[in-house]
């Protein structure tokens, strides 16, 4: 018992901890789930993720339904929005009201029609910000039908083409009667999960995590200890959360490092909790008087109605009571039976040499003992006679009990076969547990690698919008360079109509200067005799070959022109294979067409000075034909030239070549100093 005389204070500096490893109360930092409730947890994490509707999670209190829930809505952090409800024993208003203060929606409903119009608003909502709305209702067995059926109308609230509502009730085995009965209810569950309580090891590996959160990683409890704990709280988290508490502040009150299962059973004595395993009947009479055990042979009628049957989840609690019950009506008919059979024999024996002349002495003194008297014979016979009614009595109640206790043999192997197959079974389903724990992960990774999956769509969802506008954009822009383009290929064309012209007009001032220096020559054999008409004729040739040359000047020009109009048309081919390229690509075709146009405007310029250059030489052609046509006018009036003449005066007009030699041919000079020399 605990040492009542002195004030316990906590325990944690007794045994090394840091924080109490077993308050009743969820605490996020003691998290731990088993095979049982990591399945639990994976199916409420794929029916939040697809939005499944209705998920129905049952367990007996203390086997972590609420610790299940919040461990859930911290997984999803602020991914939902989560409302709990903690007790929904409430009206239809004040549940509403209750939804909305838990979702923060900031307004007291007085009308049903009020509360779903704004519940809508909060869904779209969610839904445009890719949330989900989750409402738990714990304690959902204190739910009445009639709101049943308003949680059934309130998840009809949905956004168009996604589902964003899911409802987790949370409840005892009472609660799946309340939804087979609402049929539409029942149709809209989309999981409903029982958690069990924990088996041996698990509560075992349930200690050992509470104890190293708490921080020691010693093994405070024995194994023992530990098979106690499972015995007495039957798995339940919570009760094995009471029952180790209560051990450790026992085993502090007593100065007792580890805790065995005697600081288990002492503990319990302080505690009003309902243990998981009680005692039988039998078990319990037999321990309080087992004196009328051993004197009563009559055997009592729970002994005698054969083995409880022990339901299958039950088969590996060990209870001693039991057993005492069934081995204790064997052993005591035994026991009766082997003294009923030794003491008749002595009788009989001795009733065979009593009535015998000389009875053999009860003593080893070794003198002959005394006949004994009629009445003492008589008394000895009554006794014979009763140890042989209570010898037949006993045989008849052996061979009953015999009869009795020859089907609990039967009943006891069949229990150890059965106990063989729920231990296969149990070692299947823990293999099944380890099985769906990892496909649990499995998933879980699944459904991380489809959260990333999804992240990076709306990432390139948003990248391939971003690259839509840039494509307009750039569409846009190549249809103003289109326009540009076709404007620039009107321009290219007027050019080269333009050089088109000029090229016929540099066609028709050759054909000019072959007729005026065929028409030259002609002046120039009517004149073979005279020097002074050779010279002015070697002046009119030379006169002639610079204007060829400004001619052929201008051809090389207009070459040089149409290799520019080549390359401006191999830039336009350039830049029509280039639509497809990017804005940067654009941009410097869009500095390539500047260039093009500063080019064509200097070809423009280059093209107005070359008009300019062929109107001053079709007027310096059409003096040359006027004065051509003048001195082939004036030519038949000359007389012919004497030949003894011709001598003397060629070395005069001497000066005359030197005044004019730095300066071009003047033909009305030539003309007057031929006539002058004619006149001579």
Request: hydrophobic content about 40%; overall charge neutral.
């Amino acid at each position: 018992m605990l040492r009542r005389n002195r004030q316990v204070p906590m325990y944690l500096d007794h045994y090394q901890l840091k924080l109490m490893p077993f308050e009743i109360g969820p605490d996020p930092k003691f998290l731990w789930l088993g095979s049982k409730h990591e399945e639990a947890f994976a199916i409420l994490r794929y029916g939040i993720l697809e939005s499944k509707g209705f998920i129905v999670i049952i367990g007996e209190p203390g086997t972590g339904k609420s610790t299940l829930l919040n461990a859930t809505a911290a997984n999803f952090g602020s991914n939902i929005r989560f409302a709990k409800i903690t007790d929904p024993a409430l009206d239809e208003m004040d549940f509403f009201n209750f939804v909305a203060d838990a979702f923060e929606m900031g307004k007291t409903f007085q009308s049903k029609a009020e509360f779903l119009i704004r519940l809508g608003e909060f869904v779209k909502d969610a839904g445009a910000q890719s949330k989900k709305v989750i409402l738990v209702i714990d304690e959902a067995q204190r739910l009445t039908p009639a709101m049943l059926e308003q949680i059934r109308v309130f998840s009809n609230v949905e956004t168009p083409g996604q589902k964003v509502v899911s409802c987790i009730f949370a409840g005892q085995t009472e609660f799946l009667d309340m939804v087979k009965q609402n049929r539409a209810l029942a149709q809209r569950v989309f999981f409903s999960h029982i958690i069990q309580p924990l088996t041996e090891p698990e509560a075992d590996d349930y200690i050992t995590h509470r104890l190293k959160v708490a921080g020691t990683e010693e093994a405070i409890f024995t194994s023992a200890a530990v098979q106690e704990v499972f015995r007495l709280s039957g798995g339940n988290p919570r009760l094995i959360n009471i029952l180790c508490d209560q051990a450790l502040l026992c085993g502090y009150a007593l100065d007792k490092k580890k805790i065995g299962p005697e600081l288990i059973k002492e503990s319990t004595e302080n505690t009003l909790i309902p243990l998981h395993t009680q005692k039988e009947p039998a078990a319990a009479a037999q321990k309080e008087d087992p004196a009328k055990q051993s004197t009563s042979a009559e055997p009592t009628a729970e002994t005698t109605t054969g083995p409880s049957r022990i339901a299958p989840a039950n088969t590996d609690i060990k209870t001693p009571g039991r057993k005492t019950a069934y081995w204790a009506p064997i052993t005591l008919a035994v026991v009766l039976g082997l003294a009923a059979y030794f003491y008749l024999n002595d009788g009989f024996r001795a009733a065979s040499k009593g009535s015998r002349t000389d009875p053999e002495p009860a003593h080893s003194s070794g003198q002959p003992a005394e006949p004994a008297p009629a009445s003492e014979i008589g008394r000895i016979q009554g006794q014979m006679l009763e140890l042989r009614r209570q010898k037949d009595d006993t045989e008849t109640r052996l061979r009953e009990l015999q009869t009795r206790f020859g089907p609990l043999e039967k009943d006891q192997q069949e229990l150890k076969a059965a106990k063989a197959r729920v231990a296969e079974f149990e070692s299947a389903v823990a293999s099944k547990d380890k099985d769906l724990t990892v496909a649990g992960q499995k998933l879980a990774e699944l459904e991380k690698a489809l959260a990333q999956e999804k992240s990076s769509k709306d990432r390139l969802n948003a990248d391939v919008s971003s690259k839509d506008a840039a494509i307009a954009e750039f569409q846009k822009k190549l249809e103003s360079f289109a326009s540009n383009q076709a404007s620039l290929k009107g321009a290219v064309d007027t050019f080269t109509k333009e050089n088109t012209r000029l090229q016929a007009q540099l066609v028709e001032i050759n054909n000019q200067k072959g007729a005026a220096e065929a028409r030259l020559g002609e002046v120039e054999k009517q004149n073979t005799g005279l020097a002074a008409d050779t010279n002015e004729l070697k002046s009119a040739r030379d006169r002639a070959s610079q204007l060829a040359a400004a001619v052929s000047e201008r051809d090389k020009k207009l070459i040089q022109f149409e290799q520019e109009f080549g390359d401006l048309e191999k830039a336009l081919a350039k830049e029509k294979a280039a639509k497809d390229q990017t804005g940067v690509e654009l941009s410097s075709r869009q500095a390539a067409i500047a260039d093009l146009q500063r080019r064509l405007e200097a070809a423009r310029s280059a093209q107005l000075k070359l008009e300019a250059d062929i109107q001053n030489t079709q007027r310096e052609n059409a003096r040359l034909q006027s004065q051509l046509q003048e001195m082939k006018a004036q030519k038949p009036a000359l007389p012919p030239t004497p030949a003894p003449a011709r001598a003397p005066v060629i070395s005069q007009p001497a000066p005359v070549p030197s005044d004019t030699a730095g300066a071009a041919p003047d033909p009305a000079g030539v003309i007057d100093y031929v006539i002058k020399r004619k006149s001579q």
